[in-house]
């Protein structure tokens, strides 16, 4: 089947510690997103991959950082930095990021709690 | 920078009806592209439609339309014949053409619930 794993499903960390959220999509995409939900908000855009080797600043980067050595995967770290991690983090993918195709697919997304 | 409204924290509907959820945007861009999300419980965002701007024909899947007004600058949803599996979150979303990284701008979300 195709489409955007992301795992854990649930995650928890202790302050100071970082922690790395995995993303790995089947479905041949180029570009590769990471949003920050918070409870009764809209999604924030924190990092995102055009290409492999790529990536750039969203919104709301501060406190994390990523890595695209692979077309398929897109993988999150929150950093002891990042000074409110706790929220749902979802993964998308679309074909390309310019013209009218290039419509975002999400994965089922990973809970983080700090403790 | 373009925002997203969306002023409805929670709408109710009862099984079978309809019902209406409203966003609003603002930009100075004349081409973009908006969205509808679907997030039900389960927290996994699935599309529901996209909207050109430069197609003046409201899109439309099955049992969801859309009522695009640009110059008003509003991006309705209407559900149709609505089903218990309709309850969930819904986003609009905004992305210009152009838009650096394809970045989406969401709305707040709106909660539908329906009543059996």
């Known amino acids: 089947d195709g489409g955007i794993t992301q795992s854990p499903k649930y995650l928890f960390r202790k302050e100071g510690q970082n922690v790395t959220l995995s993303c790995e999509q089947n479905l041949n995409h180029d570009a590769m997103y990471w949003y920050r939900q918070d409870p009764g908000q809209g999604l924030r855009l924190i990092y995102y991959s055009q290409i492999v080797n790529d990536f750039q600043k969203g919104d709301i980067a501060e406190g994390y950082s990523v890595s695209r050595e692979k077309k398929e995967s897109f993988p999150l770290t929150v950093t002891s930095a990042q000074k409110n991690p706790t929220a749902f983090y979802l993964c998308a993918s679309s074909p390309g990021t310019s013209g009218g195709g290039n419509t975002q697919y999400f994965g089922p997304g990973t809970r983080l709690t700090v403790l | 920078a373009q925002t997203v409204t969306q002023s409805q924290p929670e709408m109710s509907v009862q099984e079978a009806e309809t019902v209406t959820l409203s966003c609003t945007y603002d930009?100075?861009?004349?081409?973009?592209?908006l969205f509808w999300y679907k997030q039900p419980p389960s927290r996994q965002m699935i599309l529901v439609i996209r909207?050109?701007?430069?197609?003046?024909q409201n899109a439309t899947e099955n049992r969801f339309s859309v009522n695009f007004q640009k110059a008003a600058k509003s991006f309705s949803l209407k559900i149709s014949d609505s089903q218990l599996g309709d309850a969930a979150m819904y986003f609009c979303a905004y992305r210009r053409i152009l838009a650096a990284g394809n970045k989406l701008t969401f709305g707040g979300g709106t909660r539908v619930l329906v009543k059996p």
């Open positions: 909207q050109e701007a430069y197609k003046q």
């Open positions: 930009t100075s861009e004349s081409d973009y592209y």
